[in-house]
Antibody, heavy 122, light 108 residues
Framework: EVQLVESGGGLVQPGRSLRLSCAASGFTFDDYAMHWVRQAPGKGLEWVSGISWNSGSIGYADSVKGRFTISRDNAKNSLYLQMNSLRAEDTALYYC???????????????WGQGTLVTVSS | AIRMTQSPSSFSASTGDRVTITCRASQGISSYLAWYQQKPGKAPKLLIYAASTLQSGVPSRFSGSGSGTDFTLTISCLQSEDFATYYC??????????FGQGTKLEIK
């Protein structure tokens, strides 16, 4: 059974940093691209960042480019999101999502974690 | 970035109804479109990818169609468990992948 478990969320002041983690199990982690998708309270879904199976291809939404860094450790079956210079508008539930494509990212998200809440407030 | 616009934003229907949700892309995206269902307090669930391919385990009352800029999600016979919010998402252009604003389907 595929499982994605996010952690690392919490309350943080504007301008500070936070690192999110996603522990994956139930599939061959290093075969798949992975993504972070967020959802502000009461709002829709926003793709944040994605990383290919070998970290060779990385993409970011314009809203986080230059502030967030995605990474992965295939030996640990883990995905990360380093979030710097946090803003109030980064407040959201952050989901880790698995790409459906093997080796080549397809952009279809077939499994999601339950999310970790990040609140940016003074 | 490609903008995805869903209509309606919300509507009410009854169990047993046939419902259709529309998604329009701001430019052509071929068939690179997915549909997700999200229930309150839960993570989104992939329903359909490649515009019309049903994800494994998804009931056959769900179907998708369209290509280019106009797409539809149809639920042929609404069940109580189908009341949720639905999102379309394009993956033709990356980055970024973009979602529609969502369509909330409520019980009449």
């Amino acid at each position: 059974e595929v499982q994605l478990v996010e952690s690392g969320g919490g309350l943080v002041q504007p301008g500070r940093s936070l690192r999110l983690s996603c522990a994956a199990s139930g599939f061959t982690f290093d075969d798949y691209a992975m993504h972070w998708v967020r959802q502000a309270p009461g709002k829709g879904l926003e793709w944040v960042s994605g990383i290919s199976w070998n970290s060779g291809s990385i993409g970011y939404a314009d809203s986080v480019k230059g502030r967030f860094t995605i990474s992965r450790d295939n030996a640990k079956n883990s995905l990360y999101l380093q979030m710097n210079s946090l803003r109030a508008e980064d407040t959201a539930l952050y989901y880790c999502a698995k790409d459906r494509g093997i080796a080549v990212a397809r952009g279809e998200f077939d499994y999601w974690g339950q999310g970790t809440l990040v609140t940016v407030s003074s | 970035a490609i903008r995805m616009t869903q209509s309606p934003s919300s509507f009410s229907a009854s169990t047993g109804d046939r419902v259709t949700i529309t998604c329009r892309a701001s430019q052509g995206i071929s068939s690179y479109l997915a549909w997700y269902q999200q229930k309150p307090g839960k993570a989104p669930k992939l329903l359909i990818y490649a515009a019309s391919t049903l994800q494994s385990g998804v009931p056959s009352r769900f179907s998708g169609s369209g290509s280019g800029t106009d797409f539809t999600l149809t639920i042929s016979c609404l069940q109580s468990e189908d009341f949720a919010t639905y999102y379309c998402q394009q993956y033709y252009s990356y980055p970024p992948y973009t979602f529609g604003q969502g369509t909330k389907l409520e019980i009449k």
